[in-house]
């Protein structure tokens, strides 16, 4: 199971950090990412790290230079760090993993989502 926490309202400009809490052995694995939803039916790629000892990274050409996301496997926890925030970037934000070893950006590459944490970008 995964579970975001660190969403909220926050004005452009700023900084914001998510968290998703992962339980189970295996977590060090899984390629982990973070997607985002607007209204709407697409979710739409954000970030992704990579399995095993990989450690790729993979970012949308939205927030590259914007975020970044690392993970901690001893404490299975994985993070999107958000910065310099446009009012674009609100949405529900949610986590994810892949048995893919390779970071995807492909929403349904992810097989074990999280319930999503809101992100609201006030201009």
């Known amino acids: 199971q995964l579970a975001e926490s660190g969403g909220g309202l926050v004005q452009a400009g700023d900084s914001l950090r998510l968290s998703c809490s992962a339980s189970g052995r295996t977590f060090s694995i899984y390629t982990m990412g973070w997607l985002r939803q607007t209204p709407g039916p697409e979710r739409e790629f954000v970030a992704a790290?990579?399995?095993?000892?990989?450690?790729?990274?993979s970012f949308a050409d939205s927030v590259k230079g914007r975020f970044t996301i690392s993970r901690e496997n001893a404490k299975n926890t994985v993070s999107l760090q958000m910065n310099i925030l446009r009012p674009e970037d609100t949405a529900v934000y949610y986590c994810?993993?892949?048995?893919?070893?390779?970071?995807?950006?492909?929403?349904?590459?992810?097989?074990?989502w999280g319930q999503g944490t809101q992100v609201t970008v006030s201009s």
């Open positions: 790290l990579g399995g095993w000892s990989d450690g790729d990274t």
């Open positions: 994810a993993a892949s048995t893919g070893v390779r970071p995807s950006p492909i929403p349904h590459m992810y097989q074990l």
